[in-house]
């Protein structure tokens, strides 16, 4: 350690003074730019010691109509303020760095269509068994019309009864501890159904005839910590209730909207089922951003009770959106809700472009139509240079999103000068949620985890398979995958492209947004 850091020192001090000065983000706004203010702005970057600046363009000129900016990103004007701010800075003696794509989140474009982050999506049919002809299966959520199937399964439902079509009576109401200072903030329902309240509460679900709730769907308008921290009862007669679990949150990350949430519970079967929510409690920081933080209000746009088992908060276990969660107790899934291999049936071979003909024993199946499409999510922050993100998994998806934008810096302006002005990369903040999901993703799980994951798909639909401790196995697999290929592919292609431009390369870290190790990219 002595000799490291001597070694380091030296290095500091030997370092020129060119290394040793501090950089700047500087941000286009707007396309309001002009060659003036360019020099002006490298003029009084030079003027106080700053060695450089990474440029970045934010939003485009619809955006902000007020200032009148003209340099839309990727027009010839913008190109020709690029073209000056080198010009300028290899002038003052200075260097500039760029962003992987418009914006400071992530790395996406228009040229990127179905090459976007993947994530696999579902859709299921409820079937009598016996001779099935061309039945068209639902699609699947599809992204502006996107979608690829992936595989189609068979899963008995003798033991797995399908959800009750049984609508609840709902209640609510504050609980009599409650001290309200303000009724306006007391528990209530809006007119599209949202429940909002300041002050501890419950809502109630009455149902007509007993129904058995396996696990509680959390939806929600945004992220809201509270919600994930009701406590559930359950009563045969409204009056004697008895309390079945308290939902604890899983560790999130501020971009957390991306899917629901499912709390796994034993199976209980009741006609009340009340949950109670108090702010006390509350660990102190865990709301990751979260508004709550400040104010521990409760919101939640509907709860829904399933009877199907279901891993508990399996939506972040599968990759879908960052979050850390318990792991599935036997108590909440047991073994007979949890599916061998040899009772599902593979029918992607019966099932073209979601026609499905085959025969099936006798019985009520599920029909799970499985396949992937895009995630949605854009590098929001851009202007002209806006479009889907690029799959993080895919070589040659990632090196085609390096030379739409950062490549182009180097052939729209001029050349020599680039090359000893533009000297850094930079890929700034994740702020594209997560990705379970490419062509090459199965492949890949293969090689390396040693097993193939097709046959245990479903699992990232929630589906119990084997057992508890198998299934949640399998997901950290697949996380682990998730979180390899971040590097291996995403930043290793990045930072191999940078050096083909003699250009250094910096990130930030990727936590808390994907499934990653938000650190191991800095290896």
């Known amino acids: 350690p002595m000799i490291a850091q001597s070694a380091l020192r030296q290095q500091f001090v030997n370092s020129s003074v060119q290394e040793a000065r501090p950089w700047t983000f500087w941000y286009w706004m707007f396309g309001a730019v002009t060659p003036e203010g360019i020099t002006a702005d490298l003029e009084a970057m030079h003027r106080v010691g700053l060695g450089g600046a990474y440029l970045m363009p934010i939003k485009g000129v619809e955006q902000g109509p007020q200032y009148e900016g003209k340099a839309q990103q990727l027009t010839p004007e913008w190109w ?22 418009d914006g400071f989140a992530l790395a996406g474009g228009p040229w990127m269509t179905p090459e976007s982050m993947q994530k696999v999506v579902w859709s299921d049919t409820i079937v009598n068994g016996g001779n099935i002809r061309n039945l068209t299966l639902p699609m699947p959520e599809a992204l ?18 399908e959800d009750t079509s049984l609508k609840p009576k709902v209640t609510f109401g504050n609980l009599k501890q409650a001290v309200i200072k303000d009724e306006s903030k007391a528990v209530n329902r809006d007119e599209k159904g949202v429940f909002r309240s300041s002050y501890p509460c419950w809502i109630q679900y009455e149902y007509a005839e007993p129904v058995t709730c396996s696990n509680v769907e959390i939806i929600l308008g945004g992220n809201n910590y509270q919600a994930h921290r009701l406590k559930v009862l359950a009563s045969e007669d409204g009056r004697t209730f008895k ?13 957390n909207t991306d899917e629901n949430s499912t709390h796994a519970i034993p199976a ?17 920081g865990s709301e990751d951003m979260d508004a709550a933080k400040w104010k521990p209000n409760l919101k939640i746009k509907q709860l829904r009770l399933h009877r199907e088992a279901r ?9 879908l959106v960052w979050r850390v969660a318990s792991a599935t ?7 007979k809700d949890c599916y061998s291999l040899s009772q599902i049936i593979n029918l992607t071979d019966q099932c073209k472009g979601g026609i499905l003909t085959t025969t099936l024993p006798k019985g009520k199946w599920k029909l799970l139509r499985m396949g992937h499409t895009a995630t949605g999510h854009t590098n929001a922050t851009a202007g002209g240079g806006k479009g889907l993100e690029c ?16 490549a182009q810096a180097f052939l729209k302006t001029d050349s020599d000068v680039a090359r000893c002005v533009l000297k ?24 390396r985890r040693g097993y193939d994951l097709m046959p245990y798909l479903p699992l990232l639909a929630g589906i119990p398979m084997e057992s508890v401790e198998r299934s949640e196995e399998i997901l950290r697999d697949v996380r682990t995958t998730i979180s390899e290929l971040v590097v291996d592919v995403f930043y290793k292609v990045l930072a191999d492209c940078a050096k083909e431009y003699d250009c250094q390369f910096s990130a930030e870290c990727v936590a808390t947004t994907m499934a990653s190790d938000g650190l191991l990219h800095y290896q």
Not at 85 to 92: G, H, Q, T, V
Not at 243 to 255: D, E, S, Y
Request: overall charge neutral; aromatic content about 16%; hydrophobic content about 35%.
């Open 80 to 101: 020709r303020m690029v073209t000056h701010s080198m010009k300028e800075a290899d002038r003052l003696g200075m260097q500039l760095g760029m962003h992987i794509c």
């Open 144 to 161: 502006d019309g996107y979608y690829e199937d992936i595989v189609t399964y068979a899963i008995p439902l003798e033991r797995q009864p």
């Open 243 to 255: 309390t079945v679990k308290q939902l604890v949150p899983a560790r999130q990350g501020w971009q």
């Open 268 to 284: 209980t079967t009741a006609r009340y089922f009340r949950f109670y929510w108090t702010p006390e409690g509350s660990e102190p």
């Open 311 to 319: 891993l508990n908060q399996w939506e972040g276990k599968a990759g």
């Open 329 to 335: 107790k036997e108590a909440e899934v047991g073994k």
């Open 391 to 406: 799959d993080k998994f895919s070589a040659k998806t990632v090196r085609k999103q390096f030379d739409n934008w950062f």
């Open 424 to 447: 850094y990369m930079h890929v700034d903040s994740w702020e594209c949620g997560s990705q379970n999901w490419s062509d090459t993703f199965a492949a890949e799980f293969r090689k």
